[in-house]
């Protein structure tokens, strides 16, 4: 089992920033793609941006140029750093961990953009 715990969330105006963080603990061999997706209310989760162990990321189109994600194996920490927030980036945002083709979640962190 991999346990999974995000922090870093909060409010910020627009045009501000925040560094969202995910540490991994538990049974944490060989975790393969990391990543986070968002759910705003009343809206399916989405995928925010993901990065593989070897550090090939991708990202959502209302990211791109302005969330950074980024992944230290020896903390077994992946971060998502998010530039030039937007009202529409609010949202709670979670974690997620693959693992020998399971997912493990976190519990998310919610970020809300204020106009």
């Known amino acids: 089992q991999v346990q999974l715990v995000e922090s870093g969330g909060g409010l910020v105006q627009a045009g501000g920033s925040l560094r969202l963080s995910c540490l991994a603990s538990?049974?944490?061999?060989?975790?393969?793609?990391m990543g986070w997706y968002r759910q705003a209310p009343g809206k399916q989760r989405e995928l925010v941006a993901a990065i593989t162990s070897g550090g090939r990321s991708n990202y959502a189109e209302s990211v791109k140029g302005r969330f950074t994600i980024s992944r230290d194996n020896a903390k077994n920490t992946v971060y998502l750093q998010m530039n030039s927030l937007k009202p529409e980036d609010t949202a709670r945002y979670y974690c997620y961990a693959d693992q020998f083709g399971s997912r493990y979640w976190g519990q998310g962190t919610q970020v809300t953009v204020s106009s």
């Open positions: 538990g049974s944490i061999f060989r975790i393969s793609a």
